[in-house]
Nanobody, 117 residues
Framework: QVQLVESGGGLVQPGGSLRLSCAASGSIFSINVINVMGWYRQVPGKEREFVSSITSGGSTNYADSVKGRFTISRDNAKNMVYLQMNSLNPEETAVYYC????????WGQGTQVTISS
């Protein structure tokens, strides 16, 4: 079992930046076999949308809409994944969910990101 806790969400003005963090905890075995970690986001009434992912080896993947503005990083020693988000626009207001692929796929509870003036 893996538990994921996100932090760093909040209110930011259009064009601003936020850094999301996700901490993974759980059984040592499950933590040690985590391969992919990443982020999705969801607006009420819409499907959850892929944002970015990173493997244990550091390979990254981004949705086209965030390339060049978002940066995902990972600290394997601390079991943390981060998402630096720059040049945010109001359409990116959503709940951002962290996920991890280990023995199964695990999700955090989500953190609200609101972009508004």
């Amino acid at each position: 079992q893996v538990q994921l806790v996100e932090s760093g969400g909040g209110l930011v003005q259009p064009g601003g930046s936020l850094r999301l963090s996700c901490a993974a905890s759980g059984s040592i075995f499950s933590i040690n076999v985590i391969n992919v970690m990443g982020w999705y986001r969801q607006v009420p009434g819409k499907e959850r949308e892929f944002v970015s992912s990173i493997t244990s080896g550091g390979s990254t993947n981004y949705a086209d809409s965030v390339k060049g503005r978002f940066t995902i990083s990972r600290d394997n020693a601390k079991n943390m994944v981060y998402l630096q988000m720059n040049s945010l626009n109001p359409e990116e207001t959503a709940v951002y969910y962290c996920y991890a692929v280990s023995c199964g796929t695990y999700w955090g509870q989500g953190t609200q990101v609101t972009i508004s003036s």
